[in-house]
Each structure stands twice: as structure tokens, then as C-alpha cells.
């Protein structure tokens, strides 16, 4: 747990050198816990966080990887939706899983509707399917959930980009 929990220290400093450290200790929690789910997600969302962030380095050994993480934390996580919400996310804007990725993402939310990171997920992946007011919708309760959050910003991408789907610019 403590190598999730350095996981989740590189992701959120969101880093180069952040994100690879945090992704070896989730892998280093698998390799201790090979049944710890939500490891397997956030390993899976380590991968999302390099592509959006433009450092990919071999992009078809990368979408690889990550489908395999997200299945795997899917097949162990069916009752965490922490591994579910990352997993969905990750085969949404990875490997362009989007009506699996939407599912996984409504399986989190059921489990635990209070998780502001599953509603900014289901946000994006509300983007991805053309759904710009259901995006807004969940984003906005992501917002209300965790209004300090350090990502904020992400979150008010999310928005940004469903008022430009639906057509608003002003």
C-alpha cells in the first residue's frame, strides 16, 4: 500500500519524472499485491497522464500496455471504483474504448458517488461520446465534490471543451 500510495504522489505532481516514478511503484505494488486493482488502474492512468501530456514514447507499446492494466484492474476491481473509474477512463481516451470505458465509469459512480476523480472521468468521456451537457453536468458535480482540488484545472478543460462541442464560444 505504501507503493500505491507513491503512486498517487507522482501522478497528482504531474511530472515527466513524477509520473514514471509513480507508475514503477504501482507497478512494484502489483508485483507485491498481484490482485491490488486499483494499482492496476492507476498504472493504466499513468499511461493517460503521459499521452495527454505529450510524453509517449513508443505509442503502440503504450496502448498496449494500458488496455492490458485497465482489463486487468477491471476483471479484480469490480467492487472499487477507483481501479473501475481509472480503468474506464484509460480504454476511453487510450485505446478509444469509449462505450466500455462510459460503462466502467457508471459502475464507479455507483459504488461510490462521492468520488469527484469517476465524475471528471465521466466528463471526458461524456466529451468523447458527443454528449457535451452530460460532460458539463458530471464535471461541474466533480468541481462542487473537490473545489480545491489541485487538478481544477483539468476539470475546467472538460468544460471548456463541451462548451465548444456544443457550440457556445462566449
Known amino acids: 500500500y505504501d507503493h500505491y500510495l507513491r503512486g498517487m504522489a507522482g501522478l497528482h505532481q504531474w511530472t515527466r519524472e513524477t509520473n514514471e516514478e509513480g ?9 507485491l499485491d498481484p490482485n491490488f486493482a486499483a494499482a492496476y488502474g492507476m498504472a493504466a492512468r499513468c499511461y493517460s497522464q503521459r499521452r495527454s501530456s505529450g510524453w ?26 477507483d481501479a473501475l473509474s ?17 460503462v466502467l465509469l457508471e459502475r464507479a459512480l455507483a459504488l461510490n458517488p462521492n ?4 465524475w471528471y472521468f465521466s466528463g471526458w468521456v461524456k466529451v468523447y461520446l458527443g454528449d457535451p451537457e452530460a460532460a458539463i453536468s458530471d464535471t461541474a458535480r466533480a468541481m462542487r465534490l473537490s473545489p480545491h482540488d489541485i487538478h481544477i484545472f483539468n476539470m475546467q478543460t472538460v468544460v471548456a471543451y463541451a462548451h465548444l462541442l456544443s457550440g457556445r464560444f462566449n
Open 23 to 31: 507508475r514503477l511503484h504501482f507497478y512494484r505494488a502489483i508485483e
Open 115 to 118: 468520488l469527484a476523480w469517476a
Open 56 to 81: 509517449t514514447t513508443d505509442a503502440e507499446e503504450e496502448v498496449a500496455e494500458t488496455v492490458r492494466l485497465a482489463r486487468r484492474a477491471t476483471e479484480l476491481g469490480r467492487d472499487n471504483a
Open 86 to 102: 481509472a480503468a474506464g477512463l484509460s480504454l476511453a481516451y487510450i485505446a478509444g474504448e469509449v462505450d466500455e470505458g462510459a
